[in-house]
């Protein structure tokens, strides 16, 4: 009886204690950035000596000049020298990566999102760094089918925003509505389908894109878009050429 009771008296002071706490509430978090130096302390000097090395070798790889343009390219609507450039890199890229994976699949059109594109490529060297900063996201390329119906209406979309990134197709922009559709040079057949090459993020319905979620076929590359992208500046560098790009009337107002 007398254990019973020292029991029930220790668990009623845990709870009145438990009660009377003072409950803890996160209202505000202060963030700051701390740059990390050649300056090694004693007490931290095995960690930094271990990164050192990691941190020189990454700044010097995103230092590394992989194309020179001839121009500053920004991203504007309904197009721009930028949006363009990356629409085609991307169907070029797309066909090639068809060729070497030997995919049974004919890439008609392309779609770099306009949001996915962060920052204006420089006038004159390019690095590696500014990739990243062009494109942080480690989105995949891939590949997806939907009918001409949806593609329509996918451009439709496109113009109701004022145009966006897109690359194998042409149109006019009629009262917020595209009109006058071509791929590769042809009307736009509703009946027909059409492989769009593009990445992971919109063809899972990523920015409202739900058309590419019901598609008529899906092939994922397994490549990363940015990664495609420096190995394409890069073999452009080897041969000589300068980056030289421009507005072509792809996506135009009536």
């Avoid at 070798?57 to 230092?63: P, V």
């Avoid at 994976?101 to 420089?122: D, K, M």
Wanted: net charge neutral.
């Amino acid at each position: 009886m007398y254990r019973s009771f020292s029991h029930l008296l220790l668990i009623t002071c845990f709870l009145i204690i438990s009660a009377c706490k003072t409950a803890i509430i996160t209202t505000s978090v202060n963030t700051a950035n701390i740059e990390v130096t050649n300056n090694i302390s004693p007490t931290d000097s095995q960690l930094i000596k271990i990164y050192l090395p990691y941190k020189e070798a990454l700044d010097k790889d995103m230092s590394r000049v992989i194309s020179t343009s001839e121009n500053e390219m920004v991203k504007e609507k309904p197009e721009s020298n930028l949006t363009n450039f990356l629409a085609d890199l991307l169907l070029e890229e797309g066909k090639f990566v068809v060729q070497q994976q030997g995919l049974n699949i004919h890439p008609a059109v392309s779609y770099f999102n306009y949001g996915g594109i962060r920052t204006p490529l420089p006038r004159g060297p390019i690095t590696v760094g500014k990739i990243y900063e062009l494109m942080p996201f480690d989105n995949e390329l891939v590949f997806v089918q939907i009918t001409g119906k949806q593609l329509a209406g996918f451009f439709n979309g496109i113009a109701a925003k004022g145009g966006d990134a897109i690359g194998g197709a042409r149109f006019v922009i009629s009262k917020k509505r595209a009109k006058n559709i071509t791929i590769d040079g042809t009307p736009i057949n509703d009946n027909s389908n059409y492989w769009v090459v593009t990445n992971d993020y919109i063809a899972g319905g990523g920015d409202g894109m739900e058309v590419f979620k019901t598609n008529t076929g899906y092939v994922d590359s397994g490549l990363k878009i940015r990664d495609l992208i420096i190995n394409y500046l890069e073999k452009k560098q080897q041969k000589g050429e300068i980056l030289s790009t421009g507005k072509d009337g792809r996506i135009s107002y009536e």
